[in-house]
């Protein structure tokens, strides 16, 4: 495993107790893994992640 992927890992499996913490974290993947779609009427919102334990 690549260092990058194992600190991904790592990270991603940390506990964040503070709601604004992870609210930031969300909203930092969404901007950069993320994209909203118009489908059928409906905004669905799509990101692609490349650790499993993040999704």
Request: net charge neutral; glycine share 8%.
């Amino acid at each position: 495993m690549a260092m990058t992927a194992a600190v991904k890992d790592e990270l991603s499996r940390l506990v964040v107790p503070r709601l604004s913490a992870r609210k930031a974290e969300l909203a930092t993947m969404l901007r950069f893994a993320g994209a909203l779609h118009l489908i059928g009427g409906h905004i669905v919102v799509e990101a692609e992640l490349d650790t499993g334990s993040v999704a």
